[in-house]
């Protein structure tokens, strides 16, 4: 069944919420956190794992996770795991594990998309930033066929795993690794060629980088054939006459990602996920919450169906034979 | 009779919907767009000819475009033409042959503002750049006689084949040309002197600029006794101390310019003009509308007749004689 | 009794409505300018007094103010004195001379805090820049034990002057003053040594200086234990890799403050004092209107007494004895 404006799933990243305890907390911290999350408006969580880390809980603390997000009346649509990538030169094969045991937990919670990506944890210089992404962090080796042939084995094997589970797998646009431009993108989700794995078009990512950038309609227009769940966040952009770049958090309303333009293009493409709000900077669950409403006015009052597009989300993934090829 | 905060025209432009097959569309592509316009609140528009050029409609297309108009409730109180001057060296004559038979077809549908201007096509760095405004645009020959009284005559002769419809013509303020300062402007419309030929201070369209500039309120304080017709749009604007300038296209709430503050003079001022809403970048439709909820909260809330203000819009622009001089 | 999100008093400071002509003005003048305070939907003002000097007027006059306030039904639970610092070298026995009638006549009007600051007027540099805080201002003089002393004693004598009608004193965070960081400013309240004299966080007066700063959590974290009053205000804030910094004035929820996380925590810390909302740039009325909706929706909507948080504001300040040091 296709989504309607009333019923989408618009899901709240919770990057704001993470702290180093929270882990081991009692499960009356997490409550106290994710009131604050439905007290904005949210009724739907993306489980992202800088906050919580469900696949190194044991079964009675997942029972109490269950417990709250059911007693606060919030759904658990998706979990994004981030900077755990699976080709980490150094961490890769923990990563892997860690995603795996990671989908097991999440199958039991009954969670529908599984968000990973490549990029790895920040750099020193990026931690020492204001903004994380005026500073360069990791890049995946360009050329390198084995890395390449990791990423898509591996990413196939967490995408067979999944669908034993009817989950999603979707894998998240970020600068400078083998997921860094739309093309490389959409390469890998055809080499990896499972139905149930594909793109985050997350944009904000690109646009916010302090450097030239690939076009956003252009990005969004090759991976939109692929997408099966969207991290969305804007910001402004400048780009003086000098060269002189600078990018800042706004909300998606106010940023240069026309999100009116984008959200119907999504779908019309037959686009039909999980939305995650996400928002660096300042009050992030505050524009969050500004950005899911305004999400809102911008999908389908009526059932899409009715104009056509496809009802079932397996059938917008490429299902073309694997090729595995080199970035 | 003076409008109110209820009854005031705020129109929306419709750059955002611009798109090459428009003018050939049938009339249902049209509806659609404009569907979206009074979807977000608008009950007006301003008929942008970035979208549609009526001027070159037939008119049995013509009146399809008022039927869509009716159909949606949308009012259609001012056109602008946008990049036609009618001084350009190339294409001037034909410019104004153009603005001539748009000025026919909107006399045809009751359209009371014509809006028109000196600036020229975007040049090749500004269709490069990210935003137009960062890069240099064509510039009006300062100190040429021939070239104003060119623009004098012509802008005369709209302004008197306007006043056969008891149209307004409005002339807007845009950097480097004739109409980039606003002494500039106000000498140019006294040349004209016409009462029916006035300007539009559309601020924003220097406050963007990268380059220092004339403050707003004197721009303001000097074309507010001739304006006939207004585009608002605002910024923001960071002056570095080592000279950098930055400028971002913001909601009228959140820029620069103080449109509370504006709003306010030009009322007193006597303006009782079409207000139009524009805004470049990102989700330009829902800030146009944020923007139109706004202004009408600055908008006085009982007949501005209570309070002295002139009714009639003739009124406010100027009447001196004719005197034809160089820039 | 601890305020709640209903009766929390949340100030509109009246910088924008600062024009010469106010302080010999009719109270008509008074009248209209605070109606555009109340019509936003402020029931409380900060007495600015780049507004209006009430420390200059007669007692007639005095009266007339506060029965303009009555008339439309505004709270005056502070009073700001602005750019008159104790310790100016040329006019700090005036300022002082100042402050101190001023006090007395906010003791008449039953204003509660006094705010004041060693910010000195606007250099020319400032006056002439487009935001005055990308322009350097004037700098108390570091490690003069003289000019650190005189300070702590006026603001001393300002202090008992002020308990004497229990009133609080409340000394702003500004840049390149005695109060311009974070730990300085907890020196002096602490040489100051009077549980009435606290301090006011004002963290956007740093985090909008176009150089590096002081983190704002580490700054509110170290003031919140004297913190008695609060002028809110945030900023946009990008640090390019090549060093260069721009700001901009945003709304609070915008801006690179959390003032979600900054509410609360000065919530768990006692405080229960006035806030004030400024805004410089553009519509800044309209912007402290909305800073001030935004506000309520972040305090706490039950009465705080039952978290266990103190109720008398007068404990939260320090009552060490008294420390004449160095800065």
Redesign the interface.
Same mark, same amino acid.
Do not use: C, F, K
């Given at each position: 069944m296709p989504y309607t404006r009333e019923t989408w799933p618009i899901a709240a990243a919770l990057h704001?919420l993470a702290r180093p305890e929270v882990q081991h907390a009692d499960a009356s911290r997490w409550a106290a956190d994710l009131e604050q999350v439905a007290s904005v408006g949210f009724d739907a969580i993306d489980l992202t794992d800088s906050w919580l880390q469900i696949g190194d809980l044991g079964r009675s603390r997942l029972d109490e996770f269950r417990s709250v997000t059911q007693q606060l009346g919030l759904a658990v649509p998706a979990l994004s795991i981030t900077r755990r990538s699976v080709i980490d030169p150094v961490n890769g094969d923990d990563n892997l594990a860690y995603t795996q045991r990671t989908l097991e937990a999440a199958a039991e919670l009954g969670i529908g998309v599984l968000s990973i990506g490549l990029h790895r944890p920040l750099t020193a210089a990026q931690r020492e930033?204001?903004?994380f992404w005026?500073?360069d962090g990791a890049k995946d080796p360009e050329g390198d066929a084995d890395t390449w042939n990791l990423a898509v084995t591996r990413f196939r094997e967490i995408g067979k795993q999944a669908a034993a589970y009817g989950m999603l797998v979707s894998l998240e646009l970020y600068e400078d690794t083998y997921l860094g431009t739309s093309s490389s993108a959409v390469r890998l989700i055809e080499d990896i060629g499972l139905s149930n794995v594909g793109l985050d078009p997350d944009l904000g990512n690109i646009v916010r980088l302090?450097r030239p950038i690939e076009d956003w309609r252009e990005m969004l227009a090759t991976m939109l054939p692929y997408t099966n769940y969207w991290q969305v966040k804007?910001y402004?952009?400048?780009?003086?006459?000098?060269g002189?770049?600078?990018?800042?958090p706004?909300?998606?309303? *106010? %940023? $240069?990602?026309?999100?009116?333009?984008a959200i119907r293009d999504a779908i019309s493409a037959g686009f039909n996920g999980v939305l995650c709000c996400e928002h660096y900077?300042?009050?992030? *669950? %505050? $524009?969050s919450a500004?950005n899911m409403r305004?999400l809102r006015t911008l999908l389908p009052a009526a059932s899409v169906s009715e104009r056509g597009i496809p009802n079932d989300i397996s059938e917008i993934s490429t299902t073309q034979p694997v090729k595995e090829t080199v970035a």
């Open positions: 704001q930033a204001l903004w005026t500073a302090h804007n402004t952009r400048v780009e003086a006459a000098g002189v770049i600078s990018t800042h706004a909300p998606l309303e *106010l %940023g $240069v990602i026309n999100y009116r333009d900077g300042g009050d992030g *669950l %505050g $524009v500004m305004y």
